[in-house]
């Protein structure tokens, strides 16, 4: 049974805000010792307004916690390093961190989506097997879970919270398209042959949201273009690196499809670097029909996360599984994919690091941050909390059926030029309405040219 660390009452569960409290001002910078004016320093790197779903909810919740942590070690300082920006941003920001042992945080929240193994085989992290051993929550974790975090055998990371993929579609436009709801496609094609009929119907609405081009990184490319590949009938990314594929093909011309026919939405939409932050008041504002998108949009809309507002979004918002290509099995597909939290390599107090990563991971934590950022949550013990399964319904408990079975991106090294080289080429169709052909030719002339032609392969 876990600690309580101070009692929670249902409503202050409920309300972020009243959890995490005013804002704790940032401690003054150490220097490599650890030390920081006779007190022992971690430094705790965090994504401040791209995680979160606001960067005022971003700061209190991490203040909120670094108050907590100093009361329970009143020997200790945290110093909070936040980093602005998208996802890319954080990606950038914390290889330049983590360079110079000064700079390297303690603790640090990383972006899932396959970025961990460039950390691990750089040598930046810490591994944790001895810790998570004594951990009672790490027990809670579904396999597909812990096997996110864990890279060459060894534990790197554990995770905060969990996004999975799935179709998010409106039910009065499908009405009024004459299609049936609740509606669940078993097939690529009935996904089109969907769209195509909101389109004779609704010309002014973008059929299909599906996120393609470099504008969202390797985290659009998870809830889109990687959902397309799982469920595509060659789902494999990586042996050598996969630049050829029945799968790719199939995937590319569904791209094309949408394009082709024009019921994908406008490249310049797609193409904004705040793309994913906006799609959940473009789906309020009914821009679209169908979105590929992630749990965090239903979590969203919720009434105590207001990003933005919509408490009866369940009524206007359905969801659906996302269908492998022909609905071969196992018929639908969700990738995993989320927060991670994990300890320095150069880190001089490593105890106190884990000691701060342990309390981020008690329940109450857990259940705030989950509401802040919309996350599943990884911890099995909490899917029957009504806290939890009583925020935003019926988004929450659809999302976290999918994930104990749902696949996980590689976490290497170079899959971050794997993903450019697939973001490239979506874009270009998306932009420039290319042929699929085209598109996977632009696909493997970057990924080759970026990783060498020895450790890229072609499935027949």
Sequence with gaps: MRKAFFPVKRETILGIAAIVGAGLALAACGGSSGSANGKRLIRVAYSSNFVFFSGTTAQQWWSGLARAFERQHPNATVQLVPIPGG?????????????????????????????????????????????????????HFPSSVKAETTLQGHVYAVNQGENNGGLYYNIPMFKKAGIPVPWQPHSWADILAAAEKIHAVLPNVWPVWLQGGVAGGTEAFQYAGAQLIYGSSTPVIYDKY????????????????????????????????????????????????????????????????????????????????????????????????????????????????????????????????????????????????????????PYVSFFTRLLPGAPLLPELNNFTPWTEGFNEATGAIIANNISSNQALAMFKSYVTNQLGSGSVETIP
């Excluded at 700079?103 to 970025?115: K, R, W």
């Excluded at 460039?118 to 929550?137: K, R």
Aim: proline share 7%; net charge negative; glycine share 8%.
């Design 87 to 139: 996802y890319n941003d954080v990606v950038a920001k914390l290889d330049l961190l983590y360079r110079t042992p000064s700079t390297s945080p303690d603790v640090a929240q990383l972006p899932g989506s396959g970025q961990m193994g460039q950390y691990v085989s750089s040598g930046f992290l810490a591994p944790l097997d001895s810790y998570v051993a004594n951990a009672t929550w790490w027990s």
């Design 242 to 393: 996969v630049i050829d594929s029945p799968g790719l093909q199939e995937v590319f011309n569904f791209y094309h499809q949408l394009a082709a026919r024009n019921l994908q939405a406008p490249a310049s939409v797609l193409g904004n670097p705040n793309a994913l932050n906006t799609i959940t008041l473009l789906v309020k504002q009914g821009k679209m029909a169908i979105a590929f998108g992630n749990n965090s949009l239903g979590q969203a809309w919720s009434h105590t996360t207001c990003a933005p507002c919509w408490p009866s979004a369940s009524k206007t918002i359905g969801v659906a599984y996302t269908p492998t290509m022909n609905g071969q099995s196992p018929g639908h597909v969700s990738v995993l994919g989320g927060s991670e939290l994990a300890m320095g390599a150069d880190s001089p107090n490593k105890q106190l690091a884990w000691d701060f990563i342990n309390l981020a991971e008690q329940s109450q934590y857990m259940l705030t941050s989950g509401f802040g950022a919309g996350w599943v949550a990884p911890d099995s013990s909490l899917w029957h909390d009504p806290a939890y399964t009583n925020f935003a319904p």
